[in-house]
């Protein structure tokens, strides 16, 4: 297994980034709608660019093959994100994943808040269940959410994570 590390994005990523979010098994399986539009992919970047809660996955070339967003949820009780992920296909069943998301959630650990993160998840997706029940994700509830990538509705696990 190489080794990889995360990092923010940087101006270099965009086509990486992009090819790995419209690999339709991936897309499919985060729930986001395949982009082909260069124009709407810049404006896209540009935002991934400047968030701080967004980490690129690099490997040892420090070329990307995942991501993993933090968005930040309404919540006057207590800081609350949605964490999403992906990873190139030819790097699934490496712990890779669980690696980066680990790394992730100690560097939420090390702001010294209260918070809780959630992770939604399709029922079917074993491999994405596994990684949160050892990252110490519960399972929470179970939904029903239009995906991005077919506006169909799909039963999802919600897990959380409460920290600190």
Sequence with gaps: MNETHIRHFLMKDKETLFSIMNDEKIAKLAGIKVNQNKDMQAMQ????????????????KN??????????????????????YMLSVKYWNQKIMQ?????????????????????????HNAASIAILNKIGFEKFQVIK????????????????????
């Design 45 to 60: 970047f540009l935002g991934i660019l400047n968030n701080n809660n967004y980490f690129a996955i690099a490997n040892d």
């Design 63 to 84: 070329e990307i093959i995942g991501a993993i967003f933090l968005f930040k949820l309404e919540s006057k009780k207590i800081i609350s994100y949605e964490i999403g």
């Design 99 to 123: 690696k980066s998301l680990q790394q992730v959630v100690e560097k939420l650990k090390n702001r010294n808040q209260k918070m809780i993160i959630l992770a939604n998840v399709l029922q």
């Design 145 to 164: 959410e239009v995906s991005g990538f077919d506006n169909k509705l799909y039963s999802q696990i919600q897990f959380r994570l409460k920290i600190n």
